[in-house]
């Protein structure tokens, strides 16, 4: 079998990956993208309902989970959203702000592929999709890559196969087989961004799937004022999915369904509508199915019935606590299947920050969410994946 010499092997033709093959090869390089996927880019085809969401104008390195919550810091300040806007904007692709500084296409996702292709393109990039990879070893300064009937060799090996999340769209932990292959750690990887599973008492709430909130959610430490969504098998929602990647099984989730009222709220509706009940008070401010489901618990725990006149103006005020920290227990996650992205990863002290090679292995490099460096929701993922691959392309 006759071995092909390149510059740089990529492995994983995904955001990252491509990012990292369009800056290699304009520099020069020969570079080798190899995916086992038919098709190159397929989370960024179903990114933000089609239309990918593929940036966030606030992603600065604090909108990121990591062991070492420094490491992000030299990519993402290096290249920053607004640099991969400009690129955008060569395109020609038209886009508009969501919320919270995400960043969508106005037509298709297929817009960003293409681009990210067309800068391939430009570096005369060798792409093989559909070739499942059967080895990789490294020898006498060369990365050999066997892959279909073929092999490949370059002093640079770039692995940009993300993490386990989606499974359905061919994700699986080869970039954490390969990381122990040659000796780096890894950071135990968990599902993130993903639903929130309720059993026990609170398979009630499951009665309410459809059912939607502007709610506070806190786990971990972190709170997110989104929206919340009740689902068949527990909890999602925006809200819900940000606080996923902070939480720890058996720990609570506390949701604050009325993050907007004053203190003494209740008090207040008691004095301007005294004949009013609680669930008719709740009911003008959340849907009516969450109401009642909220009002019965809040009647059995406290032990009440009839008027807002007849309750005291303490015990309202603790019914506001209550409503403000509710507690919830989840039973798990809907796992790698349902989850967007991964947290754990390639341990960034294996790695340089500057250029994301392994500090031990020379020419080896992990880049985008194969690493150890987990985004919010909301296009942070991609931005990562665009720096840290920028990041590897400069210097292969």
Known sequence: MKTQNYDVIIIGAGGAGLMCAGVAGQRGRKVLVVDHADKAGKKILISGGGRCNFTNIDATADRYISANPHFAKSALGRYTAQDFIALVERYGIAYHEKTLGQLFCDDSAQQILDMLLAECDKGDVTLALGTPIDGVKGENGQYLVRYGNKRAAAPSLVVATGGPSIPKMGATGFAYDLARQFGLRVVEPRPALVPLTLGGDEVMFRALSGVSADVEAEAGGRTF????????????????????????????????????????????????????????????????????VLAEKIEGKFGLSGKLADIKDTTLQDIEQHLAHWSFHPNGTEGFAKAEVTVGGINTDDLSQKTMEARKVPGLYFIGEAVDVTGWLGGYNFQWAWASGLAAGEVV
């Open 225 to 292: 004022h989104e929206a919340a969504l009740f689902t068949h098998k527990g909890l999602s929602g925006p809200a819900i999915l940000q606080i996923s990647s902070y939480w720890r099984h058996g720990e609570p989730v506390a949701i604050n369904f009325f993050p907007e009222q004053a203190p003494g709220w209740l008090c207040e509706a008691k004095r301007a509508k005294p004949r009013s009940t609680i669930k008719t008070v709740l009911a003008d401010a959340l849907s009516r199915r969450l109401a009642d």
